[in-house]
């Protein structure tokens, strides 16, 4: 089941009217939700990184939950942006801790939809005004989904809209973000991309053990490798030691391109995959470091429960 964490950065929920509405609903409605509000953790915008970072690797789903202010997030949740996602975290060499997350910014507007468009008195779209954290999502490789933002949120008794009002349009916004997450969490496609990243970042670690593997794959798997084929569970054990001993732990395989066909039996993966990596002296590679571009093409199953079965596995280096 995946865990969705929900950061608010509200700079003060108490008196909120549509984000803790919001809030509640995403509570009461998502399975296993976190959530940490900005404004009472911090009132005096002094963040934990640690515990920040600690809570973002724990969970599969990133909500940013915020108020639009000023065309952007509030301070608050900008200051958390800027101590939290650091270097070798959300970005660097070793900065892939948020890597394959999903990711939604959620937000409430005061304006009107017909304000944020070239002949409206805000003049940019919503999408544009947020493209700052779009790139900041794909520096930090997360999976950067179709923001859910609802306008007319602003009550100011009197003057702006009804409290029923914008606190019913608080509600199908949370109800609309309920189902987006549940679409990237639950469908086909999603368990697959997160099982390549998954397969990829144990194989970055080479670790001795290849039961990892193993478990995912058919007994009568065929690997067809730039090395040679390979058949079944002991073939597979043979080109992973071979694998082993060609190139030294902490390689990177770059995902670069997933795309994912239906069969008759489950799907065609095709990748492209760009692998880092050092090699050992004695090994066929001679202690070069490599980066080889390579497409993969798997074949796979999926059982009622999400599991996932590689029954086939090709590998060819692409040639420039
Ligand atoms: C400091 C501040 C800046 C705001 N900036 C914008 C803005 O740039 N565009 C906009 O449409 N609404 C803006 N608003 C309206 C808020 O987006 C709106 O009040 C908020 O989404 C309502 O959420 P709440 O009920 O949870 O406080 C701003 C409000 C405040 C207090």
Redesign the pocket.
């Known amino acids: 089941m995946s865990k969705t964490l929900v950061i608010s950065g509200?700079p003060?929920?108490a008196?909120?009217?549509?984000?803790?509405?919001?809030i509640d609903s995403l509570q009461a409605e998502l399975d296993d939700v976190s959530v940490r509000c900005l404004d009472v953790l911090y009132p005096d915008y002094n963040i934990d990184v640690e515990a920040e970072q600690a809570a973002l690797i724990e969970a599969d789903v990133i909500v940013l939950q915020?108020?639009?202010?000023?065309?952007?997030v509030?301070a608050l949740m900008k200051k958390w942006i800027d101590d939290v996602m650091s270097f070798n975290f959300a970005y660097g060499p070793e900065g892939d801790k948020l890597k394959g997350k999903d990711f939604f910014l959620s937000?409430?507007?005061?304006?009107?939809a017909e304000?944020?468009d070239p002949l409206g008195y805000?003049h940019f779209t919503v999408e544009q005004?947020v493209f700052p954290l779009q790139q900041t999502a794909y520096l930090a490789g997360v999976n950067y989904h179709k923001p859910v933002y609802s306008?007319r949120?602003?009550?100011?008794p009197n003057i702006y809209n009804e409290l029923e009002d914008?606190q019913a349009r608080?509600r199908v916004h949370a109800a609309q973000l309920v189902s987006e997450i549940e679409k990237v969490t639950l469908s086909d496609e999603s368990r697959l991309r997160k099982f390549v990243a998954n397969w990829f970042a144990q194989f970055d670690l080479l670790p001795e053990q290849d039961d990892f593997f193993v478990q995912s794959l058919a007994e009568d798997v065929v690997m067809t490798m730039p090395e040679g084929n390979f058949v079944g569970l002991a073939g597979f054990k043979d080109w992973y030691q071979l694998a082993r001993q060609t190139f030294k732990p902490d390689c990177v395989h770059d995902i670069e391109q997933f795309e994912l066909k239906a069969t008759e039996t489950g799907y065609q993966i095709e990748l492209r995959i760009r692998l880092k990596a050092e090699t050992y002296p004695d090994s066929s590679m001679k202690g070069e470091t490599i980066e080889l571009p390579v497409n993969e093409t798997w074949h796979v199953s999926l059982d009622e429960e999400g599991k996932v079965c590689i029954h086939d596995y090709k590998v060819v280096p692409v040639v420039s």
């Not at 915020?66 to 952007?72: A, G, H, K, T, V």
């Open positions: 509200h003060n929920l008196e909120s009217y549509t984000n803790t509405v919001i915020f108020p639009f202010y000023w065309y952007s509030p937000f409430t507007i005061g304006g009107p304000s944020y805000n005004l306008h949120m602003v009550y100011i914008v608080a």
